[in-house]
C-alpha cells in the first residue's frame, strides 16, 4: 500500500534524527531509548518529582522487532503474549542500564507516547494527566504505523482499545523496583 512507504520513510527519517539506530539506543527485544531533557515538571505516583531539564528516557518500540514478532508468532493471542514476554525482557535491560552504576543511572523517569496503552499500568505505567500537544496527529501516525506493521493492516487499528494516543510514565525508581533482578531480591 502507498501509505506503508510514506510510514517507513517518515519513520526511517525520524529514526535517523533522534538517534535510535545507534547501538547505546537499542533495549531489546523490542525497545528503544533516547535520552532528552524534560520539558515541563510532573510528579508521579511514587513521588519522583520531575523537573524541567531533567534528564529522562524517551521509549520507543523497535518497528522492525514487532514486525518479526507479527511474522513468527502466529495466532493474535500468541503475537499479544509473546509482545508482553518481549516488552518485559526489554524492561529488564533498561533496569539492567539504569542501575546506580550504569549509563543510564542519570534518568529521573522514562516516558512513551502509544496507541498500544491498555494494561500498561499493570506493568508499571502510569497514565500522563496532561495530554498530547497534537493529540490527533500522533494518533493518526501511529494507527498508520501499526496497519503499516500489522499483517491485517488497517483491519488491526480498529479493534484497538481506547481511543487514541497516550503518553504514559514510569519512574526509574519503579523500573528498577520492578524490573532490576537486584533491587528485587534486595527487598
Partial sequence: MWYQRVVAMYDQVYRAL??????????PPVLRVEVRRSMRRLS?????????GDRIGVLHLNNAALAELHAHAGTPAAVGLEFRRALVAS??????????????ADLTAFSAVTI?????????????????????????YQRALLASLHPDGWARTLRL??????RLWMSRRTLLALYDAAERGAR
Fill in 18 to 27: 533522534h538517534g535510535l539506530d545507534r547501538p547505546r539506543a537499542q533495549v
Fill in 44 to 52: 508521579l505516583r511514587d513521588g519522583t518529582a520531575v523537573a524541567v
Fill in 91 to 104: 524492561l529488564r535491560t533498561l533496569a539492567w542500564r539504569a542501575r546506580p552504576d550504569g549509563p543510564l
Fill in 116 to 140: 498500544l496503552h491498555h494494561g500498561m499500568p499493570r506493568i508499571g505505567f502510569e497514565h500522563d494527566a496532561v495530554g498530547l500537544v497534537w493529540p490527533r496527529v500522533t494518533t493518526a
Fill in 161 to 166: 482499545p481506547g481511543a487514541g494516543s497516550e
